[in-house]
Protein backbone atom coordinates (compact mmCIF):
# COMPACT_ATOMS: atom_id res chain seq x y z
CA UNK A 1 0.00 0.00 0.00
CA UNK A 2 2.71 2.72 0.81
CA UNK A 3 3.92 2.40 -2.91
CA UNK A 4 0.23 4.48 -3.75
CA UNK A 5 1.59 8.10 -2.61
CA UNK A 6 4.06 8.40 -5.66
CA UNK A 7 3.24 6.10 -7.91
CA UNK A 8 1.96 7.83 -10.46
CA UNK A 9 4.76 10.96 -9.29
CA UNK A 10 7.83 8.59 -9.47
CA UNK A 11 6.14 6.58 -13.05
CA UNK A 12 6.45 9.95 -14.81
CA UNK A 13 9.98 11.37 -13.23
CA UNK A 14 10.90 8.04 -14.62
CA UNK A 15 9.44 8.55 -18.03
CA UNK A 16 10.71 12.30 -18.10
CA UNK A 17 14.55 11.34 -17.15
CA UNK A 18 14.18 8.52 -19.95
CA UNK A 19 13.32 11.36 -22.02
CA UNK A 20 16.29 13.33 -20.62
CA UNK A 21 19.17 10.70 -20.85
CA UNK A 22 17.60 9.27 -24.33
CA UNK A 23 17.26 11.97 -26.91
CA UNK A 24 18.40 9.50 -30.10
CA UNK A 25 15.65 7.30 -29.01
CA UNK A 26 13.27 8.25 -31.49
CA UNK A 27 16.32 8.76 -34.26
CA UNK A 28 17.01 5.19 -33.54
CA UNK A 29 13.21 4.00 -34.17
CA UNK A 30 12.69 6.36 -37.16
CA UNK A 31 16.55 5.44 -38.97
CA UNK A 32 15.96 1.68 -38.39
CA UNK A 33 12.84 1.07 -38.62
CA UNK A 34 10.87 3.50 -41.04
CA UNK A 35 13.78 4.88 -43.31
CA UNK A 36 15.66 1.79 -43.45
CA UNK A 37 12.58 -0.93 -44.02
CA UNK A 38 11.23 1.85 -45.93
CA UNK A 39 7.96 1.92 -43.71
CA UNK A 40 5.12 4.13 -43.82
CA UNK A 41 4.16 6.41 -40.25
CA UNK A 42 0.99 3.94 -40.11
CA UNK A 43 2.47 0.46 -40.85
CA UNK A 44 4.46 0.80 -37.49
CA UNK A 45 3.19 -2.24 -34.87
CA UNK A 46 1.19 -0.87 -32.11
CA UNK A 47 4.41 -2.11 -29.80
CA UNK A 48 5.97 0.59 -31.66
CA UNK A 49 3.68 3.54 -30.47
CA UNK A 50 2.86 2.27 -27.51
CA UNK A 51 6.66 2.67 -26.70
CA UNK A 52 6.37 6.04 -28.27
CA UNK A 53 3.48 7.02 -26.06
CA UNK A 54 5.83 6.35 -23.68
CA UNK A 55 7.72 9.78 -23.74
CA UNK A 56 4.76 11.75 -24.17
CA UNK A 57 2.28 13.59 -21.69
CA UNK A 58 -1.05 12.20 -21.81
CA UNK A 59 -2.15 15.66 -23.35
CA UNK A 60 0.26 15.56 -26.17
CA UNK A 61 -0.66 11.57 -27.09
CA UNK A 62 -4.51 12.95 -27.39
CA UNK A 63 -3.53 16.03 -29.44
CA UNK A 64 -1.16 14.69 -31.61
CA UNK A 65 -3.14 11.12 -32.45
CA UNK A 66 -6.58 10.59 -31.52
CA UNK A 67 -7.93 12.53 -34.31
CA UNK A 68 -5.94 10.89 -37.05
CA UNK A 69 -7.85 8.08 -37.95
CA UNK A 70 -9.38 5.40 -36.10
CA UNK A 71 -7.11 3.02 -35.55
CA UNK A 72 -4.95 5.68 -33.59
CA UNK A 73 -8.53 6.39 -31.65
CA UNK A 74 -8.90 2.62 -31.12
CA UNK A 75 -5.04 2.30 -29.44
CA UNK A 76 -5.41 5.49 -27.10
CA UNK A 77 -8.95 4.24 -25.96
CA UNK A 78 -7.55 0.34 -25.23
CA UNK A 79 -4.10 1.59 -23.64
CA UNK A 80 -3.73 2.18 -20.09
CA UNK A 81 -2.81 5.69 -20.36
CA UNK A 82 -6.85 7.22 -19.46
CA UNK A 83 -6.68 5.29 -16.36
CA UNK A 84 -4.35 7.56 -14.01
CA UNK A 85 -4.78 11.10 -14.83
CA UNK A 86 -1.70 12.71 -13.50
CA UNK A 87 -2.65 16.69 -14.58
CA UNK A 88 1.04 18.66 -14.08
CA UNK A 89 1.14 22.62 -14.35
CA UNK A 90 -0.42 23.81 -17.61
CA UNK A 91 -2.40 26.44 -19.02
CA UNK A 92 -6.17 26.93 -18.33
CA UNK A 93 -6.86 26.62 -22.16
CA UNK A 94 -4.60 23.42 -22.08
CA UNK A 95 -6.53 22.32 -19.41
CA UNK A 96 -9.96 23.31 -20.22
CA UNK A 97 -9.40 21.07 -23.32
CA UNK A 98 -7.84 18.22 -21.69
CA UNK A 99 -10.87 18.41 -19.42
CA UNK A 100 -13.42 18.29 -21.96
CA UNK A 101 -12.20 15.92 -24.28
CA UNK A 102 -9.75 13.20 -21.89
CA UNK A 103 -11.07 13.60 -18.19
CA UNK A 104 -14.73 13.85 -18.94
CA UNK A 105 -15.13 11.02 -21.81
CA UNK A 106 -13.19 8.81 -19.46
CA UNK A 107 -14.62 9.58 -16.07
CA UNK A 108 -15.70 6.15 -15.85
CA UNK A 109 -12.69 4.32 -16.26
CA UNK A 110 -10.15 6.62 -14.36
CA UNK A 111 -8.60 5.02 -11.02
CA UNK A 112 -6.41 8.06 -10.56
CA UNK A 113 -6.63 11.52 -10.60
CA UNK A 114 -3.76 14.27 -9.66
CA UNK A 115 -4.75 18.62 -9.87
CA UNK A 116 -1.85 20.20 -9.75
CA UNK A 117 -3.73 23.64 -8.60
CA UNK A 118 -6.57 24.97 -6.72
CA UNK A 119 -8.62 26.52 -9.89
CA UNK A 120 -8.25 22.69 -11.74
CA UNK A 121 -10.45 21.08 -8.65
CA UNK A 122 -13.39 23.75 -9.01
CA UNK A 123 -13.42 22.76 -12.60
CA UNK A 124 -13.81 19.33 -12.10
CA UNK A 125 -15.73 18.65 -9.32
CA UNK A 126 -18.05 21.55 -9.53
CA UNK A 127 -21.19 19.59 -8.85
CA UNK A 128 -22.19 16.11 -6.77
CA UNK A 129 -23.52 15.01 -10.37
CA UNK A 130 -19.60 14.91 -11.72
CA UNK A 131 -17.67 13.42 -8.94
CA UNK A 132 -20.25 10.48 -8.29
CA UNK A 133 -20.03 9.49 -11.79
CA UNK A 134 -16.03 8.26 -11.11
CA UNK A 135 -17.32 5.57 -10.21
CA UNK A 136 -14.09 3.46 -10.12
CA UNK A 137 -11.69 6.53 -8.83
CA UNK A 138 -9.05 4.76 -6.34
CA UNK A 139 -6.58 7.51 -5.99
CA UNK A 140 -7.57 11.19 -5.37
CA UNK A 141 -4.30 13.73 -5.29
CA UNK A 142 -5.40 17.54 -4.77
CA UNK A 143 -2.32 20.15 -4.73
CA UNK A 144 -3.11 22.90 -3.40
CA UNK A 145 -6.92 22.77 -2.28
CA UNK A 146 -8.82 25.38 -0.37
CA UNK A 147 -10.07 23.97 2.78
CA UNK A 148 -13.59 25.13 1.91
CA UNK A 149 -13.49 23.26 -1.44
CA UNK A 150 -12.15 19.78 0.57
CA UNK A 151 -15.05 20.07 2.76
CA UNK A 152 -17.49 20.47 0.09
CA UNK A 153 -16.52 17.56 -1.61
CA UNK A 154 -15.85 15.48 1.35
CA UNK A 155 -19.29 14.24 1.58
CA UNK A 156 -19.33 13.34 -2.08
CA UNK A 157 -16.26 11.40 -1.90
CA UNK A 158 -17.77 9.07 0.60
CA UNK A 159 -20.04 7.56 -1.76
CA UNK A 160 -16.87 6.94 -4.38
CA UNK A 161 -17.24 3.31 -3.09
CA UNK A 162 -13.62 2.12 -4.67
CA UNK A 163 -11.27 5.17 -3.01
CA UNK A 164 -9.09 3.78 -0.96
CA UNK A 165 -6.09 6.28 -1.55
CA UNK A 166 -6.38 9.95 -0.44
CA UNK A 167 -3.67 13.03 -1.05
CA UNK A 168 -4.04 16.81 -0.08
CA UNK A 169 -2.33 19.80 0.07
CA UNK A 170 -3.90 22.76 2.02
CA UNK A 171 -3.84 25.99 0.16
CA UNK A 172 -4.81 27.94 2.61
CA UNK A 173 -4.12 28.19 6.50
CA UNK A 174 -5.92 25.28 9.06
CA UNK A 175 -7.43 26.79 11.90
CA UNK A 176 -9.29 23.16 13.54
CA UNK A 177 -7.74 19.91 13.14
CA UNK A 178 -10.99 18.39 14.43
CA UNK A 179 -12.94 19.12 11.29
CA UNK A 180 -10.30 18.21 8.73
CA UNK A 181 -9.85 15.23 10.15
CA UNK A 182 -13.58 14.51 11.37
CA UNK A 183 -13.82 14.86 7.32
CA UNK A 184 -11.31 12.48 6.41
CA UNK A 185 -12.44 9.72 8.50
CA UNK A 186 -16.03 10.09 6.86
CA UNK A 187 -13.97 8.03 4.19
CA UNK A 188 -14.91 4.54 5.27
CA UNK A 189 -13.09 2.63 2.60
CA UNK A 190 -9.58 4.71 2.65
CA UNK A 191 -6.63 3.02 3.42
CA UNK A 192 -3.67 5.75 2.51
CA UNK A 193 -3.67 9.38 3.61
CA UNK A 194 -1.49 11.98 2.97
CA UNK A 195 -1.92 15.46 4.32
CA UNK A 196 -0.19 18.73 4.90
CA UNK A 197 -0.95 21.96 5.68
CA UNK A 198 0.47 25.35 7.21
CA UNK A 199 -0.88 27.96 10.16
CA UNK A 200 -0.12 31.43 10.33
CA UNK A 201 2.69 32.65 10.73
CA UNK A 202 1.43 34.92 13.75
CA UNK A 203 -1.21 32.22 14.89
CA UNK A 204 0.33 30.44 17.98
CA UNK A 205 0.81 26.92 17.01
CA UNK A 206 0.00 25.82 20.35
CA UNK A 207 -3.62 26.85 20.03
CA UNK A 208 -3.99 24.12 17.48
CA UNK A 209 -7.07 22.06 18.59
CA UNK A 210 -7.51 17.91 17.83
CA UNK A 211 -10.42 16.38 19.65
CA UNK A 212 -12.27 13.58 18.53
CA UNK A 213 -14.17 11.31 20.37
CA UNK A 214 -13.04 7.65 21.08
CA UNK A 215 -15.99 6.18 19.41
CA UNK A 216 -14.79 7.71 16.06
CA UNK A 217 -12.72 4.91 14.23
CA UNK A 218 -11.29 5.24 10.31
CA UNK A 219 -9.65 1.95 8.50
CA UNK A 220 -6.43 4.19 7.63
CA UNK A 221 -3.91 1.89 7.41
CA UNK A 222 -0.86 4.65 5.65
CA UNK A 223 -0.98 7.96 7.46
CA UNK A 224 1.50 10.80 7.10
CA UNK A 225 1.11 14.16 8.28
CA UNK A 226 3.19 17.02 7.16
CA UNK A 227 2.58 19.72 9.62
CA UNK A 228 2.66 20.72 12.89
CA UNK A 229 0.57 18.57 15.00
CA UNK A 230 -0.37 18.94 18.59
CA UNK A 231 1.69 16.31 20.74
CA UNK A 232 -0.80 15.81 23.64
CA UNK A 233 -3.60 15.03 21.31
CA UNK A 234 -1.47 11.95 19.51
CA UNK A 235 -3.25 9.59 22.23
CA UNK A 236 -6.54 10.63 20.52
CA UNK A 237 -5.22 10.88 16.86
CA UNK A 238 -3.82 6.79 17.55
CA UNK A 239 -6.96 5.73 19.32
CA UNK A 240 -8.80 6.44 16.36
CA UNK A 241 -7.02 4.27 13.96
CA UNK A 242 -7.27 0.41 14.97
CA UNK A 243 -5.76 -0.97 11.78
CA UNK A 244 -2.83 1.54 11.76
CA UNK A 245 0.21 0.22 9.96
CA UNK A 246 2.57 3.31 9.18
CA UNK A 247 2.88 6.77 10.80
CA UNK A 248 4.68 10.07 9.64
CA UNK A 249 4.12 13.30 11.26
CA UNK A 250 6.40 15.86 9.88
CA UNK A 251 6.48 17.71 13.36
CA UNK A 252 4.93 17.16 16.94
CA UNK A 253 4.32 20.46 18.65
CA UNK A 254 3.21 20.96 22.40
CA UNK A 255 -0.16 22.28 23.02
CA UNK A 256 -2.12 24.25 25.21
CA UNK A 257 -4.82 22.17 25.33
CA UNK A 258 -5.99 20.54 28.57
CA UNK A 259 -5.50 16.43 27.79
CA UNK A 260 -2.67 14.81 29.68
CA UNK A 261 -1.65 12.07 28.52
CA UNK A 262 -1.85 10.27 31.60
CA UNK A 263 -5.46 11.13 31.87
CA UNK A 264 -6.75 9.35 29.36
CA UNK A 265 -7.94 5.84 30.68
CA UNK A 266 -8.83 4.56 26.95
CA UNK A 267 -6.02 2.83 24.86
CA UNK A 268 -6.32 0.42 21.39
CA UNK A 269 -3.98 -2.06 20.95
CA UNK A 270 -2.13 -1.29 17.86
CA UNK A 271 -1.21 -4.75 16.91
CA UNK A 272 -0.57 -3.78 13.36
CA UNK A 273 1.52 -0.98 14.26
CA UNK A 274 4.99 -1.72 12.35
CA UNK A 275 6.30 1.80 11.20
CA UNK A 276 6.76 4.99 13.02
CA UNK A 277 7.96 8.21 11.93
CA UNK A 278 8.25 11.12 13.97
CA UNK A 279 10.15 14.68 14.25
CA UNK A 280 9.78 15.68 17.93
CA UNK A 281 9.75 19.95 18.28
CA UNK A 282 11.02 20.64 21.80
CA UNK A 283 8.80 17.23 23.29
CA UNK A 284 10.04 16.03 26.53
CA UNK A 285 11.57 12.59 26.76
CA UNK A 286 9.55 11.60 29.45
CA UNK A 287 6.21 12.41 27.50
CA UNK A 288 7.51 9.94 24.46
CA UNK A 289 8.42 7.52 26.82
CA UNK A 290 4.56 7.32 27.60
CA UNK A 291 3.30 7.10 23.96
CA UNK A 292 6.38 4.51 23.73
CA UNK A 293 4.76 2.32 26.56
CA UNK A 294 1.30 2.31 25.26
CA UNK A 295 1.46 2.06 21.39
CA UNK A 296 4.55 0.94 20.57
CA UNK A 297 4.61 -3.07 20.93
CA UNK A 298 4.74 -4.40 17.60
CA UNK A 299 6.70 -1.18 16.10
CA UNK A 300 9.70 -2.96 13.73
CA UNK A 301 11.06 0.42 12.23
CA UNK A 302 11.31 3.42 14.37
CA UNK A 303 12.41 6.52 13.01
CA UNK A 304 12.81 9.86 15.12
CA UNK A 305 13.86 13.36 14.99
CA UNK A 306 14.37 15.57 17.91
CA UNK A 307 15.63 18.84 18.76
CA UNK A 308 15.50 19.37 22.82
CA UNK A 309 15.94 17.41 26.00
CA UNK A 310 19.17 15.77 26.64
CA UNK A 311 17.42 12.34 27.70
CA UNK A 312 16.95 11.53 23.88
CA UNK A 313 20.85 11.18 23.97
CA UNK A 314 21.05 8.85 27.00
CA UNK A 315 21.17 5.15 25.07
CA UNK A 316 20.87 3.44 28.45
CA UNK A 317 17.06 4.88 28.80
CA UNK A 318 16.74 3.70 25.04
CA UNK A 319 17.97 0.35 26.14
CA UNK A 320 15.30 -0.63 28.59
CA UNK A 321 12.67 0.47 26.97
CA UNK A 322 13.54 -1.06 23.30
CA UNK A 323 13.91 -4.46 25.62
CA UNK A 324 10.97 -3.83 27.53
CA UNK A 325 8.20 -2.11 25.16
CA UNK A 326 9.52 -2.69 21.71
CA UNK A 327 11.12 -5.88 21.22
CA UNK A 328 10.27 -6.26 17.45
CA UNK A 329 12.07 -3.76 16.69
CA UNK A 330 14.40 -4.44 14.47
CA UNK A 331 15.56 -0.57 12.58
CA UNK A 332 16.22 2.04 15.55
CA UNK A 333 17.31 5.40 13.09
CA UNK A 334 17.16 8.42 15.61
CA UNK A 335 18.97 12.59 14.41
CA UNK A 336 18.93 14.23 17.46
CA UNK A 337 19.78 18.07 15.90
CA UNK A 338 21.48 20.52 18.66
CA UNK A 339 24.44 20.69 20.81
CA UNK A 340 26.19 18.24 22.22
CA UNK A 341 28.89 20.07 24.26
CA UNK A 342 29.36 18.52 27.61
CA UNK A 343 27.65 15.31 26.12
CA UNK A 344 30.28 13.19 24.74
CA UNK A 345 30.32 10.34 28.07
CA UNK A 346 26.60 10.09 27.02
CA UNK A 347 27.25 9.91 23.54
CA UNK A 348 29.60 6.99 24.03
CA UNK A 349 27.38 4.79 25.71
CA UNK A 350 25.55 3.86 22.20
CA UNK A 351 28.80 2.25 21.15
CA UNK A 352 28.02 -0.56 23.77
CA UNK A 353 27.80 -4.16 23.54
CA UNK A 354 23.84 -3.95 22.67
CA UNK A 355 23.95 -1.58 19.54
CA UNK A 356 26.70 -3.28 18.07
CA UNK A 357 25.20 -6.37 18.25
CA UNK A 358 22.07 -4.88 16.42
CA UNK A 359 24.00 -3.21 14.42
CA UNK A 360 23.05 0.25 15.20
CA UNK A 361 25.95 3.17 14.32
CA UNK A 362 25.93 6.43 15.12
CA UNK A 363 28.27 9.32 14.25
CA UNK A 364 28.20 13.27 14.71
CA UNK A 365 28.62 16.03 12.50
CA UNK A 366 28.76 20.09 13.39
CA UNK A 367 30.47 23.19 12.33
CA UNK A 368 33.10 23.77 14.55
CA UNK A 369 34.09 26.70 12.90
CA UNK A 370 30.27 28.51 13.98
CA UNK A 371 29.22 26.87 17.36
CA UNK A 372 28.05 23.29 19.07
CA UNK A 373 25.02 24.22 18.99
CA UNK A 374 24.84 24.01 15.20
CA UNK A 375 25.42 19.88 14.47
CA UNK A 376 23.45 16.56 14.38
CA UNK A 377 23.93 13.08 16.07
CA UNK A 378 22.38 10.05 13.53
CA UNK A 379 22.10 6.87 13.11
CA UNK A 380 24.47 5.62 10.04
CA UNK A 381 25.38 2.44 8.31
CA UNK A 382 23.16 2.12 6.46
CA UNK A 383 21.85 5.67 6.56
CA UNK A 384 18.06 5.64 5.46
CA UNK A 385 16.89 8.92 5.50
CA UNK A 386 15.77 10.46 1.99
CA UNK A 387 17.40 14.04 3.31
CA UNK A 388 20.97 14.63 4.84
CA UNK A 389 22.06 17.59 6.62
CA UNK A 390 25.91 18.34 5.30
CA UNK A 391 27.90 19.91 8.15
CA UNK A 392 31.93 21.30 8.04
CA UNK A 393 33.59 18.32 9.96
CA UNK A 394 32.68 14.75 11.35
CA UNK A 395 33.59 13.48 14.53
CA UNK A 396 35.76 10.26 13.83
CA UNK A 397 35.90 9.58 18.05
CA UNK A 398 31.93 8.98 17.65
CA UNK A 399 32.73 6.19 14.93
CA UNK A 400 32.16 2.34 16.73
CA UNK A 401 32.81 0.67 13.26
CA UNK A 402 35.22 0.80 10.38
CA UNK A 403 32.29 0.38 7.54
CA UNK A 404 31.81 3.23 4.61
CA UNK A 405 28.75 5.19 5.02
CA UNK A 406 26.58 4.81 2.20
CA UNK A 407 24.36 7.72 0.88
CA UNK A 408 22.32 6.40 -1.91
CA UNK A 409 18.91 6.68 -0.34
CA UNK A 410 19.54 10.80 -0.68
CA UNK A 411 17.68 12.32 -2.54
CA UNK A 412 17.67 15.84 -0.94
CA UNK A 413 20.59 17.51 0.27
CA UNK A 414 21.39 20.11 2.66
CA UNK A 415 24.22 22.57 2.78
CA UNK A 416 24.69 23.88 6.59
CA UNK A 417 28.00 24.86 6.61
CA UNK A 418 31.46 25.42 4.20
CA UNK A 419 31.75 22.59 2.08
CA UNK A 420 35.24 21.03 2.49
CA UNK A 421 37.82 20.42 0.26
CA UNK A 422 38.03 16.72 -1.16
CA UNK A 423 35.12 15.93 0.56
CA UNK A 424 34.54 12.42 0.73
CA UNK A 425 31.13 11.86 0.96
CA UNK A 426 29.28 11.08 -2.03
CA UNK A 427 25.64 11.42 -2.69
CA UNK A 428 25.06 9.67 -6.00
CA UNK A 429 20.94 10.16 -6.61
CA UNK A 430 20.66 13.59 -4.79
CA UNK A 431 18.04 15.50 -6.74
CA UNK A 432 17.43 18.33 -4.80
CA UNK A 433 19.34 21.12 -3.26
CA UNK A 434 18.94 23.41 -0.25
CA UNK A 435 21.44 26.02 1.04
CA UNK A 436 20.76 27.28 4.70
CA UNK A 437 23.63 29.42 5.05
CA UNK A 438 25.60 32.33 3.59
CA UNK A 439 29.09 31.41 3.07
CA UNK A 440 31.30 34.65 2.70
CA UNK A 441 33.65 32.99 0.20
CA UNK A 442 31.46 31.83 -2.21
CA UNK A 443 33.60 31.46 -5.30
CA UNK A 444 34.08 28.51 -8.08
CA UNK A 445 35.43 25.91 -5.41
CA UNK A 446 32.21 26.09 -3.85
CA UNK A 447 30.45 24.38 -7.38
CA UNK A 448 33.97 22.56 -7.54
CA UNK A 449 33.17 21.17 -4.26
CA UNK A 450 29.67 20.26 -4.54
CA UNK A 451 30.38 18.80 -7.67
CA UNK A 452 32.35 16.03 -6.02
CA UNK A 453 29.72 15.47 -4.06
CA UNK A 454 26.60 15.34 -6.09
CA UNK A 455 26.13 15.60 -10.08
CA UNK A 456 24.77 18.78 -10.35
CA UNK A 457 23.68 17.75 -13.76
CA UNK A 458 21.01 15.26 -12.32
CA UNK A 459 19.56 18.54 -9.85
CA UNK A 460 15.87 19.47 -10.19
CA UNK A 461 15.39 21.98 -7.90
CA UNK A 462 17.58 24.43 -5.68
CA UNK A 463 16.26 26.21 -2.82
CA UNK A 464 18.73 29.37 -1.29
CA UNK A 465 17.50 29.85 1.63
CA UNK A 466 20.04 32.73 2.65
CA UNK A 467 19.02 36.43 1.75
CA UNK A 468 22.44 37.53 1.12
CA UNK A 469 23.81 34.85 -1.39
CA UNK A 470 25.29 37.43 -4.65
CA UNK A 471 23.41 37.55 -7.83
CA UNK A 472 26.23 36.49 -9.85
CA UNK A 473 27.14 33.32 -7.38
CA UNK A 474 23.86 32.06 -8.57
CA UNK A 475 23.92 32.95 -12.15
CA UNK A 476 27.13 31.12 -12.01
CA UNK A 477 25.58 28.05 -10.25
CA UNK A 478 22.76 28.11 -13.49
CA UNK A 479 25.41 27.19 -15.60
CA UNK A 480 26.47 24.05 -13.96
CA UNK A 481 23.04 22.55 -13.45
CA UNK A 482 20.88 22.63 -16.78
CA UNK A 483 18.60 20.27 -15.84
CA UNK A 484 16.69 22.58 -13.06
CA UNK A 485 13.47 22.91 -13.31
CA UNK A 486 12.43 24.50 -9.84
CA UNK A 487 14.34 27.04 -8.05
CA UNK A 488 13.72 29.67 -4.82
CA UNK A 489 15.58 32.38 -3.78
CA UNK A 490 15.83 36.09 -2.08
CA UNK A 491 15.15 39.23 -4.05
CA UNK A 492 18.06 40.71 -2.32
CA UNK A 493 20.66 39.74 -5.03
CA UNK A 494 18.41 41.46 -7.26
CA UNK A 495 18.40 44.43 -5.49
CA UNK A 496 22.08 45.91 -4.75
CA UNK A 497 23.20 44.50 -8.28
CA UNK A 498 23.25 46.75 -11.61
CA UNK A 499 21.30 44.69 -13.29
CA UNK A 500 22.81 46.07 -17.00
CA UNK A 501 26.05 45.13 -16.32
CA UNK A 502 25.27 41.68 -14.98
CA UNK A 503 23.03 41.26 -18.29
CA UNK A 504 25.67 41.50 -20.50
CA UNK A 505 28.23 39.11 -18.81
CA UNK A 506 28.79 36.00 -20.71
CA UNK A 507 27.80 33.73 -17.81
CA UNK A 508 24.32 36.11 -18.07
CA UNK A 509 24.30 35.00 -21.52
CA UNK A 510 25.34 31.24 -21.13
CA UNK A 511 22.76 30.27 -17.81
CA UNK A 512 19.84 31.63 -20.12
CA UNK A 513 20.24 29.38 -23.24
CA UNK A 514 20.98 26.18 -20.77
CA UNK A 515 18.57 26.71 -18.24
CA UNK A 516 15.35 24.86 -18.29
CA UNK A 517 13.17 26.48 -15.31
CA UNK A 518 9.79 26.12 -15.10
CA UNK A 519 8.94 27.38 -11.67
CA UNK A 520 10.70 30.16 -9.72
CA UNK A 521 9.81 31.44 -6.25
CA UNK A 522 11.50 34.56 -5.39
CA UNK A 523 11.17 36.19 -1.59
CA UNK A 524 10.72 39.36 -0.96
CA UNK A 525 9.67 41.93 -3.68
CA UNK A 526 10.43 42.46 -7.43
CA UNK A 527 10.05 45.77 -9.08
CA UNK A 528 9.26 45.94 -13.15
CA UNK A 529 12.95 46.56 -14.04
CA UNK A 530 14.19 43.37 -11.96
CA UNK A 531 11.37 41.01 -13.54
CA UNK A 532 12.45 42.25 -16.96
CA UNK A 533 15.76 40.98 -15.83
CA UNK A 534 13.90 37.79 -14.40
CA UNK A 535 12.17 36.77 -17.72
CA UNK A 536 15.33 37.31 -19.87
CA UNK A 537 17.61 34.97 -17.52
CA UNK A 538 14.04 32.42 -17.38
CA UNK A 539 13.15 32.20 -20.98
CA UNK A 540 10.95 29.26 -20.32
CA UNK A 541 9.25 30.13 -17.27
CA UNK A 542 5.48 29.32 -16.81
CA UNK A 543 5.07 29.65 -12.91
CA UNK A 544 6.40 32.54 -11.16
CA UNK A 545 5.64 33.58 -7.53
CA UNK A 546 6.89 36.69 -5.96
CA UNK A 547 5.71 39.50 -3.94
CA UNK A 548 5.54 43.08 -6.15
CA UNK A 549 4.89 46.90 -4.82
CA UNK A 550 1.21 47.79 -4.76
CA UNK A 551 1.75 50.80 -7.07
CA UNK A 552 3.72 48.71 -9.43
CA UNK A 553 1.31 45.35 -9.57
CA UNK A 554 -0.74 46.26 -12.60
CA UNK A 555 2.45 47.74 -14.50
CA UNK A 556 4.12 44.62 -13.79
CA UNK A 557 1.14 42.31 -15.42
CA UNK A 558 0.88 44.28 -18.24
CA UNK A 559 4.53 43.76 -19.11
CA UNK A 560 3.99 40.10 -18.39
CA UNK A 561 0.81 39.45 -20.40
CA UNK A 562 2.31 42.00 -23.21
CA UNK A 563 2.63 40.27 -26.88
CA UNK A 564 5.01 42.71 -27.93
CA UNK A 565 8.20 40.65 -26.92
CA UNK A 566 8.52 37.29 -26.87
CA UNK A 567 9.73 36.65 -23.01
CA UNK A 568 7.11 35.33 -21.78
CA UNK A 569 5.44 33.25 -23.92
CA UNK A 570 5.62 30.04 -21.56
CA UNK A 571 3.84 31.83 -18.97
CA UNK A 572 0.89 31.51 -17.67
CA UNK A 573 0.20 31.00 -13.55
CA UNK A 574 0.93 33.73 -11.15
CA UNK A 575 1.50 33.93 -7.26
CA UNK A 576 1.91 38.02 -5.52
CA UNK A 577 3.10 37.16 -2.02
CA UNK A 578 1.51 39.58 0.35
CA UNK A 579 -0.92 41.52 -1.43
CA UNK A 580 -4.18 43.62 -0.41
CA UNK A 581 -7.39 41.68 -1.76
CA UNK A 582 -8.91 44.83 -3.11
CA UNK A 583 -6.26 44.22 -6.25
CA UNK A 584 -8.29 41.31 -6.90
CA UNK A 585 -11.27 43.96 -8.33
CA UNK A 586 -8.57 46.48 -9.78
CA UNK A 587 -6.72 43.51 -12.16
CA UNK A 588 -10.35 42.50 -13.47
CA UNK A 589 -11.02 46.15 -14.33
CA UNK A 590 -7.64 46.33 -16.01
CA UNK A 591 -8.17 43.32 -18.00
CA UNK A 592 -11.49 44.05 -19.33
CA UNK A 593 -10.60 47.66 -20.09
CA UNK A 594 -7.70 46.44 -21.94
CA UNK A 595 -8.86 43.49 -22.77
CA UNK A 596 -5.36 41.94 -21.73
CA UNK A 597 -6.95 38.23 -21.17
CA UNK A 598 -10.50 36.50 -22.39
CA UNK A 599 -9.74 33.41 -20.85
CA UNK A 600 -8.16 33.17 -17.18
CA UNK A 601 -9.35 32.88 -13.15
CA UNK A 602 -7.77 34.79 -10.35
CA UNK A 603 -8.44 33.77 -6.58
CA UNK A 604 -7.21 35.24 -3.53
CA UNK A 605 -6.02 32.60 -0.60
CA UNK A 606 -3.83 33.36 2.30
CA UNK A 607 -3.04 37.26 1.42
CA UNK A 608 -1.27 35.79 -2.10
CA UNK A 609 -3.27 36.67 -5.28
CA UNK A 610 -3.08 33.91 -8.00
CA UNK A 611 -3.96 34.69 -11.56
CA UNK A 612 -4.35 31.88 -13.98
CA UNK A 613 -4.67 31.74 -17.69
Known sequence: MQWQENDVIQNSNWIKKRKLHNVDFFSDVFSKRIYSNRYHFEDLANEIFYEIFEYLDLYDIYKGFFNLNQRFQNLIINSNFLNQINISTMSKSKFEYYHKNILLPNKHRIRLIRLSNPFMNELIFSSAYTILRFIHLETLIFDHIEMKDFIKLINHLAHLHELYSLIISLADHIQSLSVLFSSIFQLKKLKYCKIEYTIKDDQNQKSISFDLTRHVFSPIQYLIINGDFPFNSLNNLLSC?????????????????????????????????????????????????????????????????????????????????????????????????????????????????????????????????????????????????????????????????????NFNSVNHLFIC?????????????????????????????????????????????????????????????????????????????????????????????????????????????????????????????????????????????????????????????????????????????????????????????????????
Open 417 to 613: SKIKDHCLKCFPNVNQLTFTLFFDDWNDSIVRNLNCMISLEQLTKIVLEPYRIPLEDIIRLLCFTSNLHTLQFHTFGLHHNNLDVVRRNYAFEYASKINKIKSLILHGRCSLNELEFIVNLFPQLKCLETGMNRTEIQQIIRFLLSKTHNKTQHLFYLCIAYTPKVCIKEINVMMKSENLLKNYSIKYINSNLYLWW
Open 241 to 405: LPELHHISIQSLVNSNDNIKIDDLSYYIHLRYLKYVSFKLNSIDFNKFENIIKQFFDYVEILHLTMNSDEKYLNAKLWQQLIISYMPYLRIFDMKYQGSIENKYDIIKQFSSSFWIEKKWFFTHEHDWKSTMDRGVFYSSIPYRRKDYMYYWASDEQLYSHNQEE
